[in-house]
């Protein structure tokens, strides 16, 4: 080792060793000497050492970036020489840096500050060099900065298309397989996993209250948490939910509100609640398939290339949280329950008097909320009734519920337990496992039309299956409800548009919207829209009105489409999100596509940078550093490649496992709190009963106890 470090010193000691090696002509004649451009009306040039030693100078404690930067500097230079890959881009980028210039001395002449002066400010302060020499060296600067911005918008536009099927050049298909930014091996939906989601939040009081059993909410809460079951019960549309009721500040931008639309990638930032929340249905707990391409391996659902992780890879769950997570399972909310909590919001009293004090622990609506709504886990609305007072007295005491149906579980609630930390007895409607009982009985308030929202699913609670009727939304997607505490305190409503791993597009294609639109069953396969294809950064057309021939919109070719006698319909997409068919009459305007398709565009704009683009730029030019004193530079360069992209997958990967299991753990918390210290919901249905105060019923409370009245004043 000290051998190795020795001979990189000597190797900056002797900078002017180093040099290129190339097969092609851009760089055969330069031998580590020059690479020119357009200065004052003049050739000018730069030296290959000139790029190595600013880069040593700079990373002096790491040798393999600054050779690496170097080697980068180089080749995206030689690349906009004659024979280079973005020649014709040259005299663009000079112009650029040309006006630049100008600019700079325009905001010197501004401010007062002599032209010199203004670049000693920006960095340019070596002594003994003249303002010209300045001049120059921000030029040289300026110049590679327009260049990097080039390399990127040309990587972007050769490898933007979301297709690559047709490409018969087996180089160019190669690197598309590699460098495409939608379909790659390193793509937008390989390493982002992007789920294409809606969202409601329904903020509430009990964001800032303790745990997961004692939350208070008011009355208003309880009215907002009715009116957006509700609407969605009566078959509003999610989007105009949430335009309506949201309080998500990310559901307007510009003035504009969105419907709550996210696309969700897995390496942004969303509270685990509701990211690894929609990932443990989807991936985990949803088994209401017949024909489920998330049980085979995603690289096997694609000829495009992919990587061979399957669907638990990509999102990086540690065994032990993946159990723990599917163990527990979902839970389920009445919509009895939601419309009870409405009922009674403003109850307060008992005939007139308050209980312990007015403790708003004990509030109904409080009780009702913290069982059936303080949950990280996911938890479903079903079409169910809520528990009476007589459900939870039963026939022989309050605690005994025989007509109850078991949520997967089989030691039920409604009973007795001792508290493994006291050693006191305590009455819970919560099970070991957590789970809880629902009634079985179909809500009565239920419309016809509500009726119809309510679809059925299967999932797995504690290993068991479980099908209940649950909230939809106008598309059929069920509708996910999770609760978080943190700075989006609040109710979660989560449906997904589409899934990350439904890679042909058959699990997301809505079989009676299909019918509706005159697609025949014969055809649905035509009309399933692959991940790549929904994810296509471009507008169905571009042009608005109807084509007078076929009288449809004047649909484009380019888009992902489906042709019916011959006739061009557009595939339902991330960008054009209807289904149509020979039926349909959809005429959107171009501007709103195009903002659509400027969207998704800009959001794989991103991956870019993420990009190596170095062995994209240099795959012609053969650009190679030479040994330097025997040390193979080369090869140290190529290592600091290989080891920056294994260092970003392994952040990647720890980032994840650590919200995993921090997800996972705090569903093991909140199971262990609420089934001990979540009050009955019995306290709720016969509010104020002095029986239920008493010492040894569910109601007790010592610090309020008092044997001549139980309900204090």
């Known amino acids: 080792m000290r051998k190795r470090n020795k001979t990189i010193c000597l190797g900056l000691a002797a900078l002017s060793a180093v040099s290129l090696s190339s097969c092609n002509d851009v760089s055969e004649n330069k031998e580590g000497k020059v690479i020119t451009y357009t200065y004052n009306d003049g050739e000018s040039s730069i030296s290959t050492e000139d790029i190595m030693k600013k880069y040593l100078n700079e990373n002096r404690n790491d040798h393999a970036k600054a050779f690496y930067d170097a080697l980068y500097e180089v080749v995206v230079r030689a690349n906009f020489e004659e024979g280079g890959l973005l020649a014709s881009y040259k005299s663009k980028v000079e112009d650029k840096t040309s006006n630049y210039i100008e600019s700079e001395k325009d905001t010197a002449e501004k401010n007062g500050t002599s032209w010199d002066d203004y670049l000693i400010n920006l960095g340019y302060d070596e002594e003994n060099l003249s303002t010209a020499d300045r001049e120059h060296l921000l030029y040289v600067s300026n110049i590679y900065t327009q260049m990097k911005e080039v390399v990127n918008d040309q990587f972007y536009e050769t490898f933007k298309s979301y297709t690559i099927d047709s490409e018969t050049d087996a180089t160019k298909k190669a690197a598309q397989e590699k460098y495409n930014l939608i379909n790659g091996s390193e793509g937008y939906l390989e390493k982002y996993v992007p789920y294409h989601v809606r969202h409601i939040l329904i903020k ?159 509030l109904p609506r409080n009780i009702l909320f913290n ?88 999932v797995k609670i504690d290993g068991t299956n479980v099908t209940k009727k649950v909230l939809c939304d106008n598309n059929g997607n069920p509708i996910m409800v999770v609760r978080n505490k943190e700075s989006s305190g609040g109710i979660h409503l989560i449906v997904i548009e589409r899934s990350a791993f439904d890679v042909t597009g058959e699990l997301s294609f809505n079989k009676t919207t299909a019918a509706d639109a005159g697609i025949q069953a014969a055809d649905y396969s035509k009309y399933y829209t692959s991940l790549n294809e929904y994810y296509a950064p471009i507008t169905p057309k571009d042009e608005n009105g109807i084509d007078s021939t076929t009288g449809n919109p004047k649909w484009v070719s380019t888009f992902p489409h489906v042709k019916n006698d011959k006739k061009i319909l ?123 105060y008493k010492q040894g019923q569910p109601g007790y409370n010592s610090k309020y106890y008092d044997v001549t009245n139980n309900i204090n004043k």
């Open 204 to 362: 509430n009081d009990a964001s800032q209250d303790y745990g997961y059993s004692h939350g208070h909410i008011s009355s208003d809460n309880a009215q907002k948490i009715y009116n957006v079951f509700t609407a969605l019960a009566n078959g509003d549309t999610f989007s105009d939910v949430a335009n309506r009721f949201t309080d998500d500040p990310g559901n307007e931008s510009n003035g504009k509100k969105n419907g709550g639309e996210y696309i969700m990638r897995s390496t942004e930032s969303f509270v685990n609640e509701f990211k690894l929340g929609t990932y443990t249905y989807d991936v985990l707990l949803e088994i209401n398939r017949t024909n489920d391409p998330y049980e085979y391996d995603f690289s096997e659902a694609t000829t495009i290339g992919k990587s061979n992780s399957n669907k638990l890879d990509k999102l990086y769950i540690p065994e032990d949280a993946e159990e723990e997570i599917k163990n527990f399972g979902v839970t389920f909310i009445p919509y009895g329950v939601i419309s009870e909590i409405n009922d009674v919001k403003d109850k307060t009293t008992y005939n007139g008097e308050k209980v312990y004090e007015g403790d708003e622990d004990y």
């Open 371 to 458: 069982k059936y709504f303080q949950n990280r886990n996911i938890a479903f609305v079903t079409n169910e009734d809520a528990f009476t007072t007589q459900d939870l007295i039963g026939a022989a005491s309050w605690n005994s519920s025989s007509s109850a149906s078991v949520d997967g579980t089989n030691d039920g609630g409604f009973n007795k337990r001792t508290d493994g930390v006291s050693g006191k007895e305590v009455y819970t409607d919560i099970s070991e496992s957590g789970h809880y009982k629902t009634s079985g009985r179909q809500f009565p308030g239920l419309s016809e039309t509500q009726k119809s929202n309510f679809k059925e699913i299967t």
């Open 570 to 692: 557009p595939k339902k997409t991330y960008v054009q999100t209807t289904l149509i068919g020979p039926n349909s009459v959809v005429d959107d305007t171009v501007s709103n596509y195009t903002t659509r398709a400027n969207n998704i565009a800009d959001q794989i704009k991103e991956t870019v940078k993420d990009y190596n683009k170095y062995e994209w730029l240099n795959d012609s030019l053969n650009i190679k550093l030479n040994d330097v004193y025997g040390v193979n530079v080369q090869s140290m360069v190529e290592k600091y490649i290989a080891k920056d992209r294994a260092s970003s997958l392994r952040d990647t990967r720890k980032t994840m496992e650590d919200s995993w299991t921090n997800y996972s753990q705090s569903i093991k918390k909140q199971t262990n709190e609420r089934k001990y210290m979540l009050l009955p919901e019995i306290l709720a249905t016969d509010f104020g009963n002095p029986e239920l």
